[in-house]
């Protein structure tokens, strides 16, 4: 049995052309335009690309976005400065300082920085503590662990009870997502590069959520037949046939995994697309919560 492809490009359409429709009931009903303010500090091309795409989109759905591109020798100060004027600007509803910082830059003490109501990241550490503990809810859930939890929706995967691994332990996707699963009463375990027999916990795995940074890690050999599995991510294997002589592939063996899973994130067209989607939905958040408290 061929596992069901998890589309994340058309759930992310979806959801984006929900937010443009939200963003165009609330210029016609009170003059407003939320407005999305990106801080890029240098000119690395991968962050450069990650904003510019970011951009586009905000433009799709009528979002405002106000892009601040920063030398890449700027102070702390400097740059701490940029993001308190952005926490004092009315039209700015959310705030994005693109990572990672050059290494000079106190990368916790930039977030911490950040408004706690325009954090439409999700990593101030208020949110991110909300995140942990049970009862509590944050005002903005991280972009990426959030889209993970939609495409789990939208696939019809039952996350209530199941058993669930996370391998990865990042503080931008691994534990965000594990700290949601749990919320959402799944059993999780992390796992990491010093766990002992990895497939051990794959198998037993109801969902694999795989956000560890290792070409194609996980194989079909190493998961439970009808498991959901969620790819975050994205790696470069040489491919002469292509024009740029390698293409993207995932954490996941893919050809081996969708012959044993019940259902499966591809790379690219999964999880990617899903990260700026939900970014826009917390524009939108942040601007609904300005309404409300003006």
């Known amino acids: 049995m061929t596992a069901k492809i998890i589309n994340g490009q058309e759930i992310a359409a979806e ?15 009170y003059g407003y335009v939320p407005g999305l303010a990106t801080v890029l500090v240098g000119e690395d091309p991968a962050s450069s690309t990650y904003v510019r795409m970011k951009q586009k ?26 993001v308190a004027d952005l926490n004092a600007d009315p039209e700015v509803n959310g705030i994005l300082v ?15 920085s950040i408004d706690l109501g325009k954090d439409v990241d999700g990593f101030h550490p208020v949110n991110i503590g909300r995140l942990a503990m ?28 199941a058993e669930a691994v996370v391998l990865g332990r990042s503080n931008i996707v691994g534990l965000p997502v594990a700290m949601l699963l749990q919320k959402a009463n799944a059993t999780v375990t992390i796992c990491h590069s010093r766990t002992k027999d990895l497939a051990a916990h794959t198998r037993n795995a109801d ?29 470069q294997k040489e491919d002469p046939t292509k024009k740029r002589g390698y293409r993207l592939v995932g954490d996941v ?5 969708k012959e044993v899973a019940g259902a499966i994130t591809p790379v690219p067209r999964g999880v990617g697309p899903m990260t700026i989607a939900m970014l826009l939905k917390n524009t939108l958040h942040a601007a609904d919560l300005a309404l409300a408290n003006n």
Do not use: W
């Not at 693109?98 to 911490?112: I, K, R, T, W, Y």
């Not at 194989?219 to 991510?233: E, F």
């Not at 063996?253 to 995994?257: R, T």
């Open 207 to 235: 969902i694999v959520v795989a956000a560890i940074g290792r070409r194609e890690m996980v194989t079909g050999d190493m998961l439970k037949p009808g498991s959901t599995v969620i790819d975050v991510g994205i790696n």
């Open 15 to 29: 959801i984006q052309a929900e937010v443009q429709e939200a963003v165009e009931a609330m210029q016609a009903k």
């Open 253 to 257: 063996d893919f050809d081996s995994a």
């Open 98 to 112: 693109q990572l990672p910082l050059p290494s000079h830059l106190d990368e916790e003490a930039v977030l911490n």
């Open 57 to 82: 989109r905000c433009a799709e759905v009528g979002i405002r976005s106000i892009g601040h591109s920063l030398p890449a020798d700027i102070t702390q100060g400097d740059l701490e400065k940029v």
């Open 134 to 161: 049970k009862g509590r809810d944050p005002l903005f859930i991280p972009c990426t662990p959030y889209g993970v939890m939609v495409l789990l929706e939208k696939s019809g995967t039952q996350i209530s009870g």
